[in-house]
């Protein structure tokens, strides 16, 4: 076993509760950590034989600038569904999403959810 992490992914996005978020948009960190048997990958040194991070960030790439959500929970949990969909291999994953300077009336430096499956 072994962990694949990918810290620090930065997307420009329109989700939020309040409309002018969905309107203007912010910036959005997300760290992703994935539970993998890393054995045989490091055995063969094959990128066939891997969980593709390359591909992982694809997906999350893709889930941020989809559809609009409300809430980083819903958004988290198709990060979570889309990436067991397509990367097999993978055995546990921890997906966390920060808004950075929220709009919650004072100076805040980032709001986040933590999921895991």
Same mark, same amino acid.
């Given at each position: 076993?072994?962990?694949?992490?990918?810290e620090?992914?930065?997307?420009?996005?329109?989700h939020?509760?309040?409309?002018?978020?969905?309107?203007?948009?912010?910036?959005?960190?997300?760290?992703l950590?994935m539970e993998?048997?890393?054995?045989?990958?490091?055995?063969?040194?094959?990128?066939?034989?891997?969980v593709?991070?390359? *591909?992982?960030?694809e997906?999350i *790439? =893709?889930?941020? *600038?989809?559809?609009?959500?409300?809430?980083?929970?819903?958004?988290a949990?198709r990060?979570?569904?889309?990436?067991?969909?397509?990367?097999?291999?993978?055995? =546990?994953?921890?997906?966390?999403?920060?808004k950075?300077?929220?709009?919650?009336?004072?100076?805040?430096k980032?709001?986040g959810?933590?999921m895991?499956?």
């Amino acid at each position: 076993m072994g962990k694949i992490i990918i810290e620090d992914m930065e997307f420009y996005a329109f989700h939020g509760h309040f409309r002018e978020e969905q309107i203007v948009g912010n910036r959005f960190l997300v760290d992703l950590e994935m539970e993998a048997n890393l054995e045989i990958p490091a055995a063969s040194d094959q990128l066939k034989d891997a969980v593709n991070y390359h *591909r992982a960030y694809e997906i999350i *790439r =893709k889930e941020m *600038r989809m559809k609009k959500s409300n809430l980083l929970e819903n958004i988290a949990r198709r990060i979570l569904d889309a990436l067991y969909a397509e990367l097999p291999g993978i055995e =546990k994953v921890t997906v966390k999403i920060r808004k950075m300077h929220p709009p919650m009336g004072g100076p805040i430096k980032s709001v986040g959810v933590v999921m895991t499956r």
